[in-house]
């Protein structure tokens, strides 16, 4: 059963690619619009852009993995293709699982071209490939199993782009991005320690600027909850919906 | 094995709105399909027959009762149950975006079917279903007959025993239902079991080796179509065609409970010098057996389903010519 499993994720995950998330637009969104972000801010407060680039890469892989994963499950039931999965001998968290391993691989090869580009433009003396690789994947992994939860929880493909951004832009603004969570009221840092957003961009600066393992451990465990709880969430929500 | 299906006591009862009773979709059937039998499941539009099949194949959690489905239980083996059937649902369901060659490869990579038989199986179905042409041509771009087609043969992909139709030519023209009736047809021959919910009674009748009819939840009949003809109470009809005065053409049916031939002297007595231009035996139709047992008419039935019956594109009189 468990071989059948880890098949149907990997065949759904590469189907899902496939059918919908290698598309000309959807490249150029996942790389255009947080560069986009990222330069009006640069251009309001010119400073060190060195700055930005862990929030950079951290909107990349947000808006890579989530933009497509929030809208692919609802989409598929409202069109009956999900009941193709369902009938599937594998079971239900695979399938999910499947649909998340395809918007994690998205995000993460649309911020690999981010970060080949950032890692040509500035000197990196610190950075440690390891911890940089593991933010990128937990990171993704977080953000796929919030877009799946999105794509559950609603019923229509509007509903879920609605619900999405209603999440992703305050968690942007939050996040410590564009500012440094320092600087934020305390009220607002509370809330900003409950977004995933947060543990992603302090894990990447960590590892581009040389931070401890310890620091990292920690943003890397709760962007591990996040994802966990989320495809638990999802996972609970879509058995229900089918039901 | 000879039974590809058993039910027992299957139940689905769905909560509705507040001030609503719960509504029993399906209410206590029992029924067996045998290995290699065409078995036809029949009822009007909200009788039970899609909430049967669901359940069936594990889309949905009977609410009570069990079932077995090619000799396993299945709500304990119900992966091993998914990995041997195939489902034909009522809507077309495969990926607009995949072409008809790869979503007959994805079929196959899901349910396991060994890297180096997908190509050579996909091109081979493909031809069946007469789709070689369309290999390349996404399923979006595909006629509504060829979306069947290639949904059914989706079904086939990975060589099930036993595959469950529901409502496999409901919207589709005459020609392409009728090549799917062929193709279902192949299948029996082929030993394929098959679980087919249609509208369409002729089709049934042409197709299913035994037939349930189910209404409001709860099957009404279960016999093979003779079985089913030889519970009408009116058995003898005969149909006389007489050419009018004014050149006009009347039918007049004869009925008789006690032999055709009471039936033949009535009708020669009523129809003394008339102008008989056809006279033709008429056996009660799977049709005549729905109306006598739900009190529906098949047109009804197709009304709800906003569908054009096959009775009406084959065989305008209705009930089969025998004479």
């Known amino acids: 059963m468990l071989q059948d499993d880890l098949r149907g994720i990997f065949y759904i995950a590469l189907k899902d690619l496939k059918a919908y998330y290698f598309k000309p637009p959807n490249i150029s969104w996942g790389i255009l619009f947080p560069f986009a972000f990222i330069l009006a801010f640069a251009l309001r407060n010119p400073g060190d852009l060195r700055a930005l680039v862990p929030g950079l890469l951290a909107l990349t892989i947000l808006f890579g993995t989530s933009s497509m994963e929030a809208i692919v499950i609802v989409f598929e039931r409202r069109i009956g293709s999900l009941e193709r999965l369902l009938l599937a001998p594998i079971r239900l968290p695979a399938l999910l699982a499947g649909k998340l391993l395809g918007g994690m691989t998205f995000g993460l090869t649309v911020t690999l071209v981010v970060l080949a580009i950032v890692l040509s433009l500035f000197d990196w003396p610190g950075v440690n490939g390891w911890r940089l690789f593991l933010a990128m994947i937990f990171s993704a992994s977080a953000f796929s199993a919030m877009g799946a939860f999105v794509s559950v929880a609603v019923r229509e493909v509007f509903e879920a782009q609605t619900l999405a951004n209603f999440i992703r832009f305050p968690m942007m603004f939050l996040g410590g991005v564009f500012v440094p969570l320092s600087s934020l009221p305390l009220g607002l840092q509370i809330v900003a320690r409950l977004l995933p957003l947060t543990y992603s961009v302090e894990a990447l600066r960590s590892a581009l600027y040389g931070g401890t393992w310890a620091q990292a451990a920690i943003d890397l465990a709760v962007l591990a909850v996040f994802s966990l709880v989320l495809f638990w969430f999802a996972a609970i929500t879509l058995a229900r919906r089918i039901e | ?151 059914i043969a989706t079904a086939l992909a990975h060589s099930p025993p036993l595959v469950f139709l529901d409502e496999p030519t409901t919207g589709l023209d005459v020609m392409s239902a009728r090549s799917l009736r062929q193709m279902i047809a192949t299948l029996r021959d082929e030993g394929v079991t098959v679980f087919l919910t249609t509208h369409y009674l002729e089709e049934a009748e042409r197709l299913c080796d035994r037939v349930a009819i189910i209404v409001k939840g709860r099957i009404v009949a279960l016999d093979t179509v003779d079985g089913l003809k030889s519970r009408m109470p009116q058995k003898n009809i005969l149909v006389v065609t007489l050419a009018g005065p004014d050149g006009q053409i009347e039918k007049k049916r004869f009925i008789s409970d006690n032999g055709i031939e009471t039936a033949i002297q009535q009708a020669l007595k009523e129809c003394q010098g008339q102008s008989i231009l056809h006279i033709e035996t008429l056996r009660p139709s799977l049709e005549d057996v729905f109306v006598h047992l739900t009190g529906l008419s098949a047109e009804t039935m197709l009304v709800e389903k906003g569908g054009k019956g096959i009775a009406s594109q084959a065989n305008p009189g209705g009930g089969n010519a025998a004479g």
Not at chain 2, 63 to 75: K, N
Not at chain 2, 96 to 102: P, R, S
Not at chain 2, 128 to 137: G, I, T, Y
């Open chain 2, 1 to 151: 094995m000879t039974e590809a299906i058993r039910v027992e006591a299957l139940t689905k009862v769905f909560t509705t709105a507040k001030d609503h009773p719960p509504l029993r979709a399906v209410d206590g059937i029992d029924f067996t399909v045998q290995v290699g039998e065409v078995f036809g499941f029949l009822g009007p539009n909200g009788a039970g027959k899609t909430t049967t099949i669901r359940m069936l194949t594990g889309l949905s959690r009977p609410t009570a009762g069990r079932a077995q489905v090619l000799g396993l239980d299945l709500d304990a083996d119900l992966p091993r149950v998914k990995k041997r059937i195939g489902v034909v649902p009522e809507a077309s369901n495969l990926y607009d975006e995949l072409t008809a060659f790869d979503n007959l490869i994805f079929a196959m990579q899901l349910y396991g079917v060994p890297r180096h038989e997908r190509k050579p199986r996909a091109k081979a179905l493909l031809e069946r279903f007469r789709l070689s042409e369309k290999h390349d041509v996404p399923f979006a771009k595909l006629s509504r007959g060829m979306k069947r087609a290639l949904t």
